[in-house]
């Protein structure tokens, strides 16, 4: 693989639920440290964009990670994916620390125990996402965006190159957005790719480098100033879609 | 002191006190994951349905253990086929299936001329259990504690997130079938202890008691065992003394301790008690 080659290639990417098809012809390619919002209304197919690439639904096209064309789950470990926080139940009895471990199951045999360099490099994810001292708190006791640094500090510890995250910024206030914006900065800045799905279209003009918004398929792939232009936009949300935006954009 | 020891004179109390042991430190280790997994449904529906199992083999002269096996493993392979559908929930197939076994069931032993009453299988003979069927139940309940504890991490992941574990490699699918094949080994264990209809007791109630104070999976599981084990023993004390059915007094047993649980831990879930998530 050349070193300009794209972290991640996806080409006429399509998925159908049964007659009704949810998503077609998606083809974008994403290189290194690249942070990019992924926008469109609810129901546009921008998880299921984030499950079919990683193999979590059956999907037509192609998806190639780091050059390695993808056939099933196993040729996908290079990617890490947040889904949206609220499929999951906060009163599990699983502390913060046994949940970041769990993103260390990649690297062994479903009887193998973790090792003690799993535990370190989980402690490491969580000292960075600044919950050292959360590592045997319930994930009840964590705020949403400590929570949402956790989920975050789980995807990094699976190593993985390109990381999804489906509306991680969603309910979360202010200062832990920032708080959140800057971890994912830091990452970029480090060579991991991140896809953000978000509803809050000035953040991603604001704070992102490219945008691709999505509705059934993919509207438009560039600068988010380009991407959030009216004419896209009316494209991508429909013309009643775009009330509340325009206030959005200019918040 | 009397009380407590005079039960276990006679050997076949020794033999019943040994069973309810079995059953109150095997069906909490399943159970967990049943209540987390928000299956007790599944469970109820599979106590009941594997009566068909049991008056079919009964009938046939075959153990009754096998057959209650066979009819659980055989609504759960029912409850896999019919999963697609999704005009019906899994709730409702899950009731379609589990009547109607019981319903075969119940015809069945009604039909047979052998002496054999639907009671002792509905609630279980504790009494009448023997060694036999006491080493079948160790057999298969050390074989589901150690496929739980080989699976623990497995378990764990593809419960609290089953898109990230799918996403990590866990066989999420395989798991869930696994815990269905356990659910069922649960059940015939229970089916001489507590019979078939409150099999489903043993299997939910200790660890949904463990579940409203243990924080952890690896302590809801521990606590989810002494509570089953207590419950059954003194259940089945009491039951001696009261001269009561000792399934049904164990149930019991089960639900006060649960109720005083619920009580005295309700302060702790308390809204106030939570942070708020923003």
Redesign the interface.
């Known amino acids: 693989m050349s070193p300009t080659a794209p972290i991640l290639r996806v080409a006429g990417l399509g998925v159908r639920y049964g007659e009704q098809v949810a998503l077609h012809d998606v083809s974008f390619a994403v290189d290194r440290g690249e942070l990019i919002a992924v926008v469109g209304p609810n129901g546009a197919g921008k998880s299921t964009m984030f499950k079919a690439v990683c193999g979590l639904v059956n999907h037509s096209g192609v998806v190639e990670v780091n050059g390695v064309h993808c056939h099933d789950r196993t040729d996908r470990m290079d990617l890490a994916y947040i889904p949206q926080r609220h499929d999951n139940d906060l009163h599990f009895p699983i502390t913060v620390g046994e949940m970041v471990l769990a993103g260390r199951r990649r690297f062994r045999r479903w009887w193998q125990r973790p090792r003690a360099a799993d535990r370190e490099v989980a402690a490491a994810r969580l000292a960075k996402g600044q919950l050292g001292g959360s590592c045997d708190k319930a994930l009840a006791e964590l705020s949403g965006g400590e929570l949402q640094r956790a989920y975050v500090a789980r995807a990094l510890a699976q190593k993985a190159s390109v990381v999804l995250l489906d509306e991680a910024l969603s309910g979360v206030d202010s200062p832990s957005t920032r708080e959140l914006m800057g971890v994912f900065r830091q990452l970029a800045e480090g060579g991991t790719t991140l896809l953000v799905a978000t509803h809050d279209l000035a953040l991603a003009r604001r704070s992102f480098d490219r945008c691709l918004a999505v509705n059934g398929t993919l509207r438009a792939d560039g600068r988010p100033t380009e991407v959030l232009s009216d004419r896209v936009l009316e494209t991508v949300f429909g013309s009643a879609g775009t009330e509340g935006v325009d206030d959005a954009l200019a918040d | 002191m009397h009380w407590l020891t005079d039960p276990f004179q006679a050997e076949f109390m020794r033999r019943a006190f040994l069973a309810a042991i079995v059953v109150g430190a095997v069906a909490p280790v399943v159970g967990t994951w049943v209540v ?1 997994r928000r299956m007790a449904n599944l469970g109820d529906a599979m106590s009941h349905g594997t009566l068909a199992g049991v008056g079919l083999a009964y009938a046939a002269g075959i153990d009754v253990l096998f057959g209650a096996m066979g009819a659980g493993l055989v609504i759960a392979a029912l409850l896999l086929l019919f999963s697609s559908n999704r005009r019906l929930g899994q709730e409702t197939l899950i009731a379609v299936f589990g009547t109607a076994f019981f319903a075969l069931g119940v015809v069945v032993i009604s039909r047979l001329d052998t002496g054999a009453e639907l009671t002792h299988f509905l609630f279980g003979r504790l009494l009448t259990v023997g060694w036999g069927d006491l080493w079948l139940n160790i057999g298969l309940g050390g074989g589901a504690v150690l496929v739980v504890l ?2 623990f ?2 378990l ?2 593809s ?3 089953h ?9 999420v699918e395989l798991v869930q079938g696994i815990l269905v094949v356990l659910l069922a080994a649960v059940t015939v264990i229970s089916l001489r202890t507590v019979g078939t209809v409150m099999s489903v007791t043993m299997l939910v109630t200790p660890a949904a008691t463990s ?1 409203l104070f ?4 690896a ?2 599981t521990g606590w989810g065992v002494v509570l089953g084990v207590s419950e059954a023993v003194f259940g089945l004390i009491l039951s001696y003394h009261l001269d009561a059915a000792p399934g049904a007094t164990i149930g019991l047993v089960a639900a006060a301790v649960f109720a005083v649980t619920y009580l005295v831990t309700l302060p702790r879930r308390m809204p106030h008690h ?5």
């Open positions: 987390l080989a699976l991490g497995e764990r992941l419960t609290f997130d898109v990230q574990a799918e996403q990590v490699g866990v066989h579940r243990a924080r952890t999976l302590r809801m939570h942070r708020p998530l923003e």
